[in-house]
């Protein structure tokens, strides 16, 4: 499967609840895997780092910069780092299967969409730069946010490269753009002499005759009293984080500056951290097969979990199988509404499908957390079961424990069976108005469903004949009867539309 990773940094680093929004708008596409998100004060910057297959990396990348426009004003913000705009930059990186041309078309179809539906201007810059100066992220942002208003509306050489020579009046602009895996390196100084880290910023970046494969700058911490020297190694093969760290380590202590600590912003690949190891410990014969990590677990997260429910163990169990049935059917449900969104045989429809889309991604992240949480409720009922029953008070304790455990261990499949219910509306709808090259799907997406809806029915009954509360149990019966009809009635409906639809 091919795998972009994306890391677009907002200018905002002090407002979690702000953040979190953001945040939201990424983790809500299907297919999208959150990494990292990092937030910095003293730079008032966030670093988000996500992986997805590329048509859900750029929505999740164009969600989030929607967002952060409604949130975050430039004119309001203040922070130690250089930026442009709201969504100030958003790399897309080769990761799987992917090449350098495909992702400066996943940045070029991003831009355009940013510039076209949020009015917000566009530049592009590295591997996607449609100009020799604009592979260079530091010339773009070039007198920040308050000195490009200008500059955008009187000279050529600022133009976008999508949307108006003018910036957005309160998410400025955005640089969209294709690079290699990039590290964010700081190495933090024992003084608040920003001059000093500044003067070894310029020794180390790569255009002043540094490291070639290094950016820096010099930056206050002032909430610590100390300066910064932050680097973005961009080519952490030729230039290593160990080289970065013993250099600008060479340069302070010219300065009488002892280095206090260092940090990495976001992620590193592994291969990164061996470098540093085999330079320090000067290992000999050394090789990453000698990882332990490296000999472990899956490349595939379906296998590990197949894999992991064909133990012979009681979790996890039917009712995490039954709650994945039911994310490959809202799965399949938002495929079905994307693809009536890109024909437009269908546009009278695209109203309707983008309001199923939503839905159904709301519906695949909550399937996936009910497998989590059935998994954890059995566990409970079984921890339960080990408590200690020495004493009259013991086994009070430990029957309450066992009854409360049960009553979670029902709510969860319910729960399941409650979402299975929902996906009646969003099939009908895709039966009957969703792309007819599809219909198949819709019929898969309904058979998953039923599955999911009877595997968890079968787990609450279960649960219920061990609970000793009749008021809970008839409640829980009286609530899945009536389901029970509707359901199988229109589930049955669904499918026989959607054999009529294939003749």
């Known amino acids: 499967m091919k795998l972009v990773e994306?890391?677009?940094?907002?200018?905002?680093?002090?407002?979690?609840?702000?953040?979190?929004?953001?945040?939201?708008?990424?983790?809500?596409?299907?297919?999208?895997k959150l990494l990292d998100m990092e937030m910095d004060p003293d730079?008032?910057?966030?670093?988000v780092t996500f992986v997805a297959p590329p048509d859900a990396a750029v929505e999740a990348a164009f969600n989030a910069t929607k967002k952060a426009a409604e949130l975050i004003d430039l004119n309001k913000h203040q922070g130690a780092h250089p930026r442009i705009g709201a969504t100030d930059v958003i790399p897309f990186v080769p990761l799987k299967d992917i090449t350098v041309?495909?992702?400066?078309?996943?940045?070029?179809?991003?831009?355009?969409?940013?510039?076209?539906?949020?009015?917000?201007?566009?530049?592009?810059?590295?591997?996607?730069?449609?100009?020799?100066?604009?592979?260079?992220?530091?010339?773009?942002?070039?007198?920040?946010?308050?000195?490009l208003k200008e500059a955008v509306k009187t000279d050529p050489a600022r133009k976008p490269d999508y949307g108006p020579a003018e910036l957005h009046p309160t998410a400025g602009a955005t640089v969209v753009g294709v690079r290699k895996f990039l590290i964010a390196y700081n190495v933090n100084l024992g003084t608040n002499?920003?001059?000093?880290?500044?003067?070894?910023?310029?020794?180390?970046?790569?255009?002043?005759?540094?490291?070639?494969?290094?950016?820096?700058?010099?930056?206050?911490?002032?909430?610590?009293?100390?300066?910064?020297?932050?680097?973005?190694?961009?080519?952490?093969?030729?230039?290593?984080v160990y080289l970065a760290f013993e250099l600008v380590k060479l340069l302070a202590e010219r300065y009488g500056v002892p280095v206090i600590g260092s940090e990495v912003v976001g992620l590193i690949p592994q291969k990164a951290l061996t470098q540093v190891a085999d330079f320090y410990l000067r290992l000999e014969n050394f090789n990453e097969d000698q990882i332990l990590e490296n000999r472990l677990g899956y490349d595939n997260p379906v296998e590990e979990f197949v894999t992991e429910l064909s133990l012979p163990t009681p979790t996890p169990g039917g009712g995490s199988a039954s709650a994945l049935s039911l994310a490959l059917s809202y799965a399949?449900?938002?495929?079905?509404?994307?693809?009536?969104?890109?024909?437009?045989?269908?546009?009278?429809?695209?109203?309707?499908?983008?309001?199923?889309?939503?839905?159904?991604?709301?519906g695949i992240k909550r399937s996936v957390e009910l497998m989590r949480e059935d998994t954890e409720a059995f566990n409970r009922v079984m921890e339960s079961f080990k408590l200690p029953k020495g004493t009259d008070e013991e086994k009070r304790e430990r029957q309450n424990a066992i009854q409360n455990a049960l009553k979670k261990a029902t709510?969860?499949?319910?729960?399941?069976?409650?979402?299975?219910?929902?996906?009646?509306?969003?099939?009908?709808?895709?039966?009957?108005?969703?792309?007819?090259?599809?219909?198949?799907?819709?019929?898969?997406?309904?058979?998953?469903?039923?599955?999911?809806?009877?595997?968890?029915?079968m787990n609450v009954v279960i649960n219920l004949g061990s609970i000793k509360d009749q008021d809970f149990v008839n409640k829980i019966r009286e609530k899945v009867n009536g389901m029970d009809t509707t359901f199988y009635n229109e589930i049955e409906g669904v499918i026989k539309k959607v054999y009529e639809s294939m003749g």
């Not at 994307?338 to 839905?359: C, P």
């Open 193 to 240: 002499d920003i001059s000093i880290a500044k003067k070894i910023a310029r020794r180390v970046r790569a255009k002043h005759g540094g490291l070639s494969a290094v950016k820096a700058l010099g930056f206050e911490l002032k909430n610590r009293g100390i300066v910064q020297v932050s680097m973005n190694l961009v080519d952490f093969e030729k230039s290593p």
């Open 101 to 147: 041309e495909e992702c400066v078309e996943l940045a070029n179809k991003l831009g355009r969409r940013i510039a076209e539906e949020l009015k917000i201007p566009v530049y592009l810059y590295e591997e996607a730069a449609t100009r020799p100066e604009r592979r260079d992220l530091a010339w773009i942002r070039k007198g920040e946010f308050e000195g």
């Open 411 to 457: 709510e969860v499949p319910l729960a399941t069976m409650e979402l299975a219910f929902s996906t009646l509306e969003h099939l009908k709808t895709l039966a009957e108005h969703g792309n007819k090259n599809a219909v198949s799907d819709v019929g898969v997406a309904a058979l998953q469903a039923r599955a999911a809806y009877e595997g968890a029915k």
């Open 332 to 362: 399949l449900i938002s495929m079905v509404s994307g693809l009536t969104l890109k024909s437009k045989k269908y546009k009278d429809s695209w109203e309707i499908a983008k309001d199923v889309q939503e839905k159904a991604y709301a």
């Open 6 to 32: 994306v890391v677009p940094n907002f200018s905002e680093g002090r407002n979690e609840e702000v953040v979190n929004k953001i945040v939201a708008e990424i983790t809500k596409v299907p297919g999208v």
């Open 43 to 47: 730079h008032n910057r966030s670093v």
